[in-house]
Every structure is written in C-alpha cells, then in structure tokens.
C-alpha cells in the first residue's frame, strides 16, 4: 500500500511539474505573440509610432527577455533551449538597434526589409524552438 502511494505521488508530482513547463511555455509563446504584434503594428501604422507604441514595443520585448530569464530547459532539451535564448537575444538587438530606429526615421522601405528578412527567420525559429521545447 505504501509503495502504491509513493508512485501514485510521485506520478502526481511529474504531472504537476510537466503542467508547470507547459504553462511557461505557453506564457513564452504569448508574450512573443504580443511582441510582434506591437512592432507590427508601429511598422505598418504611421500613426503608432509615438511615445505610447514605442513604450509597449519595449515592454514587450522586455516582458519575452524576462520571461527566458526565469525558465530552464526541459530535461534532455539544453541544446534547444539554449539556441531559443541565443536567437531571442539577436532578434531582441536587432529590434532595438536596427529595426525600431528604422520605422522611427521613416525609414519604410529599410524597416521592412529588416523584418521580412532576418527578424523574421529570428521569431520563426524561436516559435518553433517554443514548440518543440514545449513537448
């Protein structure tokens, strides 16, 4: 009976646990969601380009960074999680030092091909490391 109800626990407890990574990638995968689409939006909206957009384009960002701060790979999933982080932090400077800069000044054309191109082979691979990190 004592042995029944140790692996009836131990059973709940890996339940629980694989619930909690499931959660956080869930989250993660929001939170990329809302990053996008606040610069998406700046982009193709002359209209949101001002202090309040510019804000939640940062916060957003920030709230993806923060995030992969507090989670750890999956068992087994080191390689990918780490490749997740690495492509987050490229996307993420890019973001900040080519890609926002750019629709600031007007710069359309440059924007565009700045998120058509590399940013969004960046947040494709980090969706799919999502997924894949998430199973």
Same mark, same amino acid.
């Given at each position: 009976?004592?042995?029944?109800?140790?692996?009836?626990?131990?059973?709940?407890? *890996?339940?629980?646990?694989?619930?909690?990574?499931?959660?956080?990638?869930?989250?993660?995968?929001?939170?990329? *969601?809302?990053?996008?689409?606040?610069?998406?939006?700046?982009?193709?909206?002359?209209?949101?380009?001002?202090? !309040?957009? @510019?804000?939640?384009?940062?916060?957003?960002?920030?709230?993806?960074?923060?995030?992969?701060?507090?989670?750890?790979?999956?068992?087994?999933?080191?390689? @990918? =999680? %780490?490749?997740?982080?690495?492509?987050?932090?490229? =996307?993420?400077?890019?973001?900040? %030092? !080519?890609?926002?800069?750019?629709?600031?000044?007007?710069?359309?054309?440059?924007?565009?091909?700045?998120?058509?191109?590399? @940013? %969004?082979?960046?947040?494709?691979?980090?969706?799919?490391?999502? *997924?894949?990190?998430?199973?």
């Amino acid at each position: 009976m004592k042995k029944l109800l140790a692996l009836l626990a131990a059973i709940a407890l *890996s339940g629980m646990t694989m619930s909690a990574t499931a959660g956080e990638f869930g989250d993660l995968r929001t939170k990329l *969601s809302a990053a996008r689409e606040s610069l998406i939006s700046m982009m193709v909206n002359k209209d949101k380009r001002g202090p !309040e957009q @510019q804000k939640l384009v940062k916060e957003t960002a920030n709230d993806v960074s923060a995030q992969l701060a507090k989670m750890k790979a999956p068992a087994g999933k080191d390689a @990918q =999680f %780490k490749e997740l982080v690495e492509t987050w932090k490229a =996307f993420k400077e890019t973001r900040e %030092k !080519e890609l926002v800069p750019a629709i600031l000044k007007g710069n359309d054309d440059e924007a565009k091909k700045i998120a058509g191109g590399i @940013q %969004k082979e960046r947040i494709t691979k980090c969706q799919t490391l999502v *997924s894949e990190l998430d199973n």
